[in-house]
């Protein structure tokens, strides 16, 4: 069975950090890219950023472009987020998700929530 | 960016009602490059449609796809009391990935 958890999330004040972990099981990791894609309260799906299958190849979206690292240890089979400079405008659900080799997500973890508040 | 803008925002319909969702992008989605997703409240998104047209793993044959170019579809053809919840349209064909707005589909 096909399981990604999600770990990391929690309060943090403005300019802080967080780091995220996504632990996944049950199918190859160092096959397949990964995305983040976060969910701020009641509204919808925002793509974050995405890393190929060994890491060579890396995107961001604007807005998170410059503070967000993505990252993956394929020995562990564990995707990270290592989140800096944080912004109220970053609260959200964050999920990682397994990608299909065109780009839609597969499979998603069941999100860990990032609150940036003073 | 492609903007993807889902009608309607809300879709009040009773069990066993056919469902119509629509999905229409800024400019023309690459290679018919568009899934839909299925989210329901504390939960995560489900793969539901990609390629705009094929099932994903699962799915129930009542949930279909159309479309192409910057006008896509997704019909559920008789909704069933778990289809309820949020629907999601994502175009994957230029990057950045964007979504739509959601729509959601309540119990009349």
């Known amino acids: 069975e096909v399981q990604l958890v999600e770990s990391g999330g929690g309060l943090v004040q403005p300019g802080g950090s967080l780091r995220l972990s996504c632990a996944i099981s049950?199918?190859?990791?160092?096959?397949?890219?990964m995305h983040w894609v976060r969910q701020a309260p009641g509204k919808g799906l925002v793509w974050v950023s995405r890393?190929?299958?060994?890491?060579?190849?890396?995107t961001y979206a604007d807005s998170v472009k410059g503070r967000f690292t993505i990252s993956r240890d394929n020995a562990k089979n564990t995707l990270y987020l290592q989140m800096n400079s944080l912004r109220a405008e970053d609260t959200a659900v964050y999920y990682c998700?397994?990608?299909?080799?065109?780009?839609?997500?597969?499979?998603w973890g069941q999100g860990t929530l990032v609150t940036v508040s003073s | 960016e492609i903007v993807l803008t889902q009608s309607p925002a809300t879709l009040s319909l009773s069990p066993g009602e056919r469902a119509t969702l629509s999905c229409g992008a800024s400019?023309?989605?690459?290679?018919?490059?568009l899934a839909w997703y299925q989210q329901k409240p504390g939960l995560a998104p489900r793969l539901l449609i990609y390629?705009?047209?094929s099932r994903a793993t699962g799915i129930p044959d009542r949930f279909s796809g159309s479309g192409s170019g910057t006008d896509f579809t997704l019909t559920i053809s008789r909704l069933e009391p778990e289809d309820f919840a949020v629907y999601y349209c994502?175009?994957?064909?230029?990057?950045?990935?964007?979504f739509g707005q959601g729509t959601k589909v309540e119990i009349k």
């Open positions: 400019q023309s989605v690459r290679g018919r490059y």
């Open positions: 390629d705009a047209s």
């Open positions: 890393i190929n299958n060994d890491g060579s190849s890396i």
């Open positions: 049950g199918f190859t990791f160092s096959s397949y890219w």
């Open positions: 994502q175009q994957y064909g230029t990057s950045p990935q964007t």
């Open positions: 998700a397994r990608v299909s080799p065109l780009g839609y997500q597969l499979n």
